[in-house]
């Protein structure tokens, strides 16, 4: 078989409950290697926990989940996560290349401290996000965007196979924005797989090449051009969606609302 037909990430049957709530419902999805795939839905659809799952940060009912067609929890060395901002402790007390020479950690092993060659690494991450000048201030003192782009600069240290991204756009400035586009889109052109939890439905034919339709159930995933129409976004809505004409003669749509989640997903998606 070649190399690439086997999936980056492979999930079967995957069933997810908060309190006996179904949050992920028997869930199929197979993305293939080198794509860039937006997980969209309204609050409450389990993307979040979809990628948490993935993580081995919270514990399936059932299913199973491969990555690089070995169990997910194999393959942590080839795997990047950046959390939701606001679902870290930002008050603790490390600098930014700091935090950035964690990702070299599942690397090193227990035993042995970042040297030299880990902290030119990390120092290169961190111009790839533009904070070179910024590598030994505490991250409390950070900007909410400057934050976002430290996650990435440790994601990128870890030199991953696939990184896994929740809302990395969530609260940042334009700049930081056009920034992260940038660093997915090169991940890409690199071969990786990037899977990255999205809001905005108007920006995901102009950053995604891949899309995922997530609402407990998996309504569609596959390439932007062929799923992401208006029939599969009313499904995936519950038919509580805005479309208005764009400039060039596509359509844009907007979810009006969503359903509310459960508890745990207040914060997340």
């Known amino acids: 078989m070649n190399t690439h037909e086997i999936p980056a990430l492979q999930v ?24 860039l795939m937006a997980v969209v839905g309204p609050n409450g659809a389990g993307k979040t926990t979809l990628l948490k799952s993935v993580m081995g940060l919270v514990k399936p009912l059932a299913g199973r989940i491969q990555i690089h067609d070995r ?64 590598e030994g201030r505490q991250i409390s003192q950070l900007s909410g965007g ?43 052109a690199a071969g990786k797989t990037v899977i990255v939890v999205h809001h905005d439905l108007q920006t995901v034919a102009d950053y995604f090449d891949w899309v995922t339709l997530l609402n407990v ?3 569609a995933s596959g390439p932007v051009a062929e799923v992401f129409d208006e029939e599969r976004l009313r499904l995936t809505y519950g ?10 003669g596509s359509v844009a ?13 207040r914060k997340g998606s």
């Open 12 to 35: 079967d049957d995957l069933t997810v409950a908060y309190r006996e709530r179904p949050v992920l419902w028997d869930v199929d999805l197979r993305v293939p290697q080198g794509v």
């Open 71 to 134: 169990p997910a929890r194999e393959q942590r060395r080839i795997t990047a996560y950046v959390p939701q901002r606001n679902s870290v402790d930002w008050d603790f007390p490390t600098s930014v290349l700091d935090l950035v020479l964690m990702g070299t950690y599942g690397a090193l092993g227990w035993f042995r401290r970042p040297g030299e060659a880990e902290r030119e690494r990390a120092r290169g991450a961190l111009r790839r996000v533009g904070l070179e000048d910024l």
């Open 146 to 188: 400057q934050q976002q782009r430290a996650f990435l600069a440790r994601a990128l240290v870890q030199e991953a196979q696939i990184h896994f991204m929740d809302e990395p756009f969530q609260g940042v400035d334009a700049t930081t924005e056009r920034t992260i586009v940038e660093l997915l889109k090169e991940l890409r």
């Open 217 to 219: 159930r998996l309504i």
């Open 239 to 248: 038919g509580r969606l805005a479309f208005a004409a764009t400039g060039g």
């Open 253 to 265: 749509a907007q979810p009006v609302f969503g359903r509310l989640a459960p508890d745990e997903e």
